[in-house]
């Protein structure tokens, strides 16, 4: 429990900050759901229901020491597999996503991540961890991985990339290597360059000389390298044409969403719509048209930042990012200066945690990045991600009270 000689060390800004962040999305909520011919009131009573259940929960986070959690991290990540693997079988909803106990309902998925930064920051904080080293990458790839496919056979191919995300950029903390950095990259880029011939030579070639020349590494670890990144190469086809109808048309829709303006690409064109429309000042608080009029869709969820940029136009929306870069940057700093490794790589794994929600729920709305179903911390509805990502701010908080402890 947090004694009074904390409460002197809690960060003051890293509060104001997120009090900031929350308030500021739920009248960006509370006006994406007004809408007459939608009828989406309703969500936003359950937000704050949401809320009051995201303060509890997010209770043991604030008052029990880091070390209960280290000591917890396998149990924590042994139930994020099994619930992972009850939605396969008794999921329900649109694709099977969420658990049910009577008329509740969550995401395990969502609880995945914060079990998976737990686990992750238990193992990196081992001396004994190279994050330079490929059984060292390899090892917190593989819980990563198994979360990841699991979410995949749900299907959802959007949340599914956020596991090997997290893993990667909590190695970046940990010093992860430009080289080995590209390393991680390369069965990506493998699987993009791989439709073409020309292009899938040029990436062997250059590939290898990068092997030989560049990794400082032994002769199995390159060996092992060469045969997954060849295997991503040859087999992206059959990964193409194993995805769902949906998923291949959101990605050629966000290449040319012209090409289907009425069909997949309606979301992206709506949404770009509605924040340019905003221009530098907005259309003002609840007087958004393309919400109005339901043009916009999932205004509540995948696409509340876009009903931000028509309202309140580009100084709004600069304002909020604004306010969340200085939340994480807090977090970013108590990192740092936390004795705890522990503390310090679950911070790490937060940061990440929330850059990757917010880059790809702002790239989606903007139309820079593939529409992928991913809400935005703290202003899109959804509980299971407020519950969660509560907890992750509150740890934070926590931690930095408790900076001094090892």
Known sequence: MIRKKNL????????????????????????????????????????????????????FFLFLPPRVFYAMAPLLYGLSIVLLMMVLVVGRGPAKRWLYIGSFGFQPSEYAKLALIFLTARIMS??????????????????????????????????SVAYPVLTTGMLLYAGLSWQWLLVIASPLLAMVLSFHWLMRLVFVVIFLFFLRKLLRAEFWEKLVIVIVVLGFLFSSPLV?????????QRILSFINPEADPLGAGWHTLQSRIAI???????????????????FLPQQHTDFVFSVLGEELGFVGSMFFLLLY????????????????QFSAFVIAGSIVYFVFHLFLNVGMATGMLPVVGIPLPFMSYGGSCLVFALCLVVFAV?????????
């Open 8 to 59: 002197r060390y809690v960060d003051i800004l890293l509060l104001v900050s997120f009090v900031g962040v929350a308030v500021f999305g739920l009248f960006v909520l509370y006006s994406a759901t007004r809408v007459e011919v939608l009828s989406l009131e309703q969500y936003f009573n359950r937000q704050i229901v949401w809320w009051v259940v995201a303060v509890v929960v997010s209770l």
């Open 126 to 159: 081992d001396k004994r961890f190279n994050p330079n080293r490929l059984s060292s990458i390899a090892f917190v790839f593989l819980f990563a991985m198994v979360q990841m496919i699991l979410v995949v056979l749900e299907p959802d191919l959007g949340t």
């Open 240 to 248: 193409w044409n194993s995805l769902k109808d949906y998923q291949r």
């Open 276 to 294: 340019g429309s905003g221009m530098w000042s907005g259309k003002g608080y609840l007087e958004g048209t393309q919400k109005k009029l339901a």
């Open 325 to 340: 870069s200085l939340m994480l940057y807090r977090m970013l700093k108590l990192s740092f200066r936390v004795r705890n």
């Open 398 to 406: 926590n931690a930095g009270a408790r900076w001094y402890e090892y």
